[in-house]
Structures are given as structure tokens and as C-alpha cells.
T-cell receptor
């Protein structure tokens, strides 16, 4: 069974600061996703990382993937209050009967304060 | 552009009652899935389907049934509700195959079992 671990689970940071969220997974995977969830809302896709060394950036968020280390990072640059949300990484295995199945981390609850 | 539609948005049940959570998508996606989200647990897969007539169990299938008679619809049935099934339920859909793709989530159903 594929295990996905995120850390930290809770992150409180000041506006303007930088920080990184880490996502480790236990076995070889095919794709890695980052999602954002606002309180009481659904999940919104942020990034899809398909191969080793992949890097995606959108605004103040940058995601990267190291398949050899089984590690993805979500880096936050110069945080602003609007980034306050819970961030999930999810790993997909695309082999045989588990086609398309996602394994989620527990999420990182980010709070950005002035 | 409806995407993934879930009904109802909120539901309160008594222990032992049965009900069906509805999920429909209009993107012609082959892959559909049901997750439950509990505080601090991330999302856990209940059941999934890779196409009409094909379903399989996820991580936490006990107490739930699914069927997939059409590409568009993937209802989740609670056979005899228990307080442990109090949770937020999300339906998601995506393409399958080598192209794969992002899973799109519905708005969620918040279920309380008394």
C-alpha cells in the first residue's frame, strides 16, 4: 500500500516570509498532484508533476518533484494572507487495477498572518 | 459548465437509515471515485470506477455500495448508516489512460449520522 506523508501538518507564517511543505511517498509512482482546499470548500487542483525534476510555478507557489528521493516540495514565496488554506499532495499509481487511484497525504493547514 | 455535481449538500440521518449520495459529471470522464474526508485524515478512497459497469473497492469500502450504469453517474449508497460514517463525502472524476489527468472534485456532501 502506498503511503504519503506530508509535513508539517500545521504551518503558521508571517506575510512576506518563505516556507516549504514536504511530501514523501513510499513507493514508485506515476504522477503527483498538489491540491488546495479552503475551509468548507472542495479541492482545487494546483499542480500536476509528471516526471523526475519537474517544476511548476503559479504565482507565489512552486512545486517540484524528485522521483528518486520520492519527494515533492511546495515552496511558498513571500506569503500573503490569501494563501491561507489546506494543501494536499496526492500520488497516483497508474498500473493495472489501480489505474487512476489517488493516495492523499493528511494535508498541511497553512495560516498566513500579517 | 457544471463539472462534477453532488447532491445533497447536507444530510442528517438517524442510525440505521439508508440513503444515496448522488454524483454526476458532464465531462465524459471514464474515471469516477468517492472519498470521505475526516478531520486530520486527508481524503480516503471509498470506491472507484474506471468506466460504466466497472467498480472496485478503495481503502474504506465497508458500509458503502456503488454502481456505475452510465458514464455520467456514480451514486454512493449507505446501506445502514452508523455514527462512524459522519463525514464529508467528495465525488471526483478524471480521464484515464496514459493521458490520465487531474481529478475534478464536486462540492461535497456533509453527512451527520445521529
Amino acid at each position: 500500500e502506498l503511503k504519503v506523508e506530508q509535513n508539517p501538518l500545521f504551518l503558521s507564517m508571517q506575510e512576506g516570509k518563505n516556507y516549504t511543505i514536504y511530501c514523501n511517498y513510499s513507493t514508485t509512482s506515476d504522477r503527483l498532484y498538489w491540491y488546495r482546499q479552503d475551509p468548507g470548500k472542495s479541492l482545487e487542483s494546483l499542480f500536476v508533476l509528471l516526471s523526475n525534476g519537474a517544476v511548476k510555478q503559479e504565482g507565489r507557489l512552486m512545486a517540484s518533484l524528485d522521483t528518486k528521493a520520492r519527494l515533492s516540495t511546495l515552496h511558498i514565496t513571500a506569503a500573503v494572507h490569501d494563501l491561507s488554506a489546506t494543501y494536499f499532495c496526492a500520488v497516483e499509481k497508474n498500473r493495472g487495477s489501480t489505474l487512476g487511484r489517488l493516495y492523499f497525504g493528511r494535508g498541511t493547514q497553512l495560516t498566513v498572518w500579517p | 459548465n457544471a463539472g462534477v455535481t453532488q447532491t445533497p449538500k447536507f444530510q442528517v440521518l438517524k442510525t440505521g437509515q439508508s440513503m444515496t449520495l448522488q454524483c454526476a459529471q458532464d465531462m465524459n470522464h471514464e474515471y469516477m471515485s468517492w472519498y470521505r474526508q475526516d478531520p486530520g485524515m486527508g481524503l480516503r478512497l471509498i470506491h472507484y470506477s474506471v468506466g460504466a459497469g466497472i467498480t472496485d473497492q478503495g481503502e474504506v469500502p465497508n458500509g458503502y455500495n456503488v454502481s456505475r450504469s452510465t458514464t455520467e453517474d456514480f451514486p454512493l449508497r449507505l446501506l445502514s448508516a452508523a455514527p462512524s460514517q459522519t463525514s464529508v463525502y467528495f465525488c471526483a472524476s478524471s480521464r484515464t489512460g496514459a493521458a490520465g489527468g487531474i481529478q475534478y472534485f464536486g462540492a461535497g456532501t456533509r453527512l451527520s449520522v445521529l
